[in-house]
């Protein structure tokens, strides 16, 4: 199955600085994943020009997890008009973590006028439906997006390419994770998306990530 023609993937290259991957979804509701750094935007905006888009054409943001490099440009979406959402306990962590978001950013922790919270369940977006997985581990509040029509998982930062979150940040847990992941490995994924890295392609090797990153960060009891 080939990479849906309504999505666009925008990855953060840099080596210098860090920011995540951004997806945008072009359908009856325009929808972007993970937006990043509020002042990496400009990047974001340029790709998306490329592609005949604008950040005024996002009609919802939304935010796999609470850290400032996948949620903190939510707020100039809201400025332009887009509803911004996020998990409920992610924006609770938010307002726990001002001391970790000033020195990981020089900035205080801004408000965020979240217009709805995602949890556990399905998530309708017009004619689309995407499943929602909470999936803590690497943050609290953390969700996956699963477009199961298009086989398509948005594993924000508990999965990548040949490796998984960090747990080491505030609020991280080992054993929360390898139970996220466990939960995403009986998803029919063709294409995983991440939060950073490389996208994977081809429900094969999708499967033989997961089980090679279980056995390599988890062990074979896992």
């Known amino acids: 199955m080939p990479k849906p023609e309504r999505l666009y993937i925008y990855p953060w290259e840099s080596y210098t600085e860090n920011n995540c991957n951004s997806y945008f979804i072009d359908g009856p509701v325009k929808t972007l994943i993970d937006p990043g750094h509020a002042h990496l935007l400009h990047h974001l905006e340029a790709r998306m020009a490329q592609d005949g888009f604008s950040l005024e054409d996002v009609h919802l943001a939304l935010a796999t997890h609470p850290h400032p490099d996948h949620c903190e440009g939510l707020l100039k979406l809201k400025e332009l008009g887009a509803l911004i959402a996020m998990h409920e306990e992610a924006l609770a962590f938010l307002k726990s973590f001002s001391a970790q978001w000033e020195y990981m950013t020089g900035r205080k922790v801004p408000d965020f006028p979240v217009d709805f919270f995602v949890k556990e369940g399905r998530l309708t977006l017009d004619s689309e439906v995407f499943g929602v997985l909470e999936t803590p581990g690497h943050a609290p509040g953390s969700i996956c997006?699963?477009?199961e029509k298009e086989g398509v998982l948005f594993s924000g930062d508990v999965v990548f390419v040949q490796s998984v979150?960090?747990?080491d940040l505030p609020g991280g847990n080992a054993a929360l994770l390898a139970r996220s992941i466990a939960k995403l490995m009986s998803l029919d994924v063709q294409l995983l998306c991440p939060g950073h890295g490389p996208t994977l392609e081809g429900r094969g090797d999708v499967k033989e990530?997961?089980?090679?990153?279980?056995?390599?960060?988890?062990?074979?009891?896992?």
């Not at 990530?209 to 896992?222: K, S, T, W």
């Open 209 to 222: 990530n997961f089980y090679l990153i279980r056995q390599y960060f988890f062990g074979p009891q896992a």
């Open 165 to 167: 979150g960090r747990v």
């Open 145 to 147: 997006f699963y477009w």
